[in-house]
């Protein structure tokens, strides 16, 4: 338990708060039937989102409800992005580099509050990294459009979790809490811009084996010889069943049955 929090000065929140809020409206104007103050909204909500997913679960008064200035440069940065977005994506590597640090920012806040209030080590990272996050899923909820956070792309919630354990090991050890809060920053924004820098991703899932996909294909061919010329052949080994050598063999007539492939009779082709 922390006996303090990462604090920093209200100008360095401000413009945490406004780059997502700038980055925020500058993705929704892109979009199609959505006006100026569904735009703005939007841009708002990635702004201060995260903040208040992080007071929500930790049940305590919003910090962005506390302080005017907080509405008012996520609302003003809303409405530069949705303006100006041509002239902002000359500076995209700036843009890119702040919102770099304001989730290294959001992560050490939301982790050291949570430490703070005696939240355990693993809640605690988890509320750090949807601090950190929680801008951009609300701006994909209120889009609706599938959350970019949960599918293949540059790290960033990595780059997060990774800065907000660097945290904790680093107060593990006895080190002051706005050392340890400098420490995530850095970490987080050098592997945030690592990762846009070299395209670096999580792999994709795999739901499937290797020999499902395998099965998978063979009863596809199966089925579009079957259309094509309404004989269908089955392979030795069903789905389910396993050689007793343990080997694959490849598809082939089944052996139960007389001389030449089992067939079926032609049935509708498509």
């Not at 909500?45 to 007071?55: C, Q, V, Y």
């Not at 070299?198 to 395998?214: D, I």
Request: glycine share 12%; proline share 7%.
């Amino acid at each position: 338990m922390l006996d303090e929090t990462f604090r920093t000065p209200l100008p360095v929140d401000l413009i945490a708060v406004g780059v997502g809020s700038l980055q925020g409206a500058m993705f929704a104007a892109g979009f199609k039937r959505i006006d100026l103050l569904g735009v703005a909204i939007i841009g708002i909500a990635s702004g201060i989102g995260g903040g208040i997913l992080r007071d929500v679960l930790l049940g305590v008064p919003l910090a962005a409800f506390s302080e005017n200035l907080y509405l008012v440069v996520a609302t003003g940065a809303a409405f530069i992005g949705m303006l100006l977005p041509r002239l902002l994506q000359k500076v995209d590597p700036v843009i890119t580099a702040l919102d770099a640090l304001s989730i290294g920012l959001f992560g050490a806040i939301g982790t050291t509050k949570a430490l703070s209030m005696g939240l355990p080590v693993v809640p605690s990272l988890f509320i750090g990294t949807v601090s950190a996050v929680g801008g951009g899923v609300l701006r994909d909820l209120m889009l609706n459009i599938p959350i970019a956070l949960m599918h293949v792309g540059s790290l960033y919630a990595v780059a997060s979790l990774v800065g907000v354990s660097v945290l904790i090991a680093l107060l593990a050890f006895g080190v002051p809490v706005f050392a340890a809060g400098i420490a995530c920053v850095i970490v987080t924004a050098v592997l945030r811009l690592l990762a846009v820098r070299f395209g670096w991703s999580l792999p994709e899932q795999r739901a499937l084996s290797r020999l499902r996909l395998r099965r998978q294909r063979q009863v596809e061919e199966v089925i579009e010889e079957a259309l094509h010329t309404g004989t269908i052949t089955l392979p030795i080994t069903l789905i389910g069943e396993v050689p007793p050598d343990g080997e694959e063999r490849p598809p082939g007539p089944d052996q139960n049955a007389p001389d030449g492939p089992s067939s079926a009779p032609p049935g509708r082709r498509g």
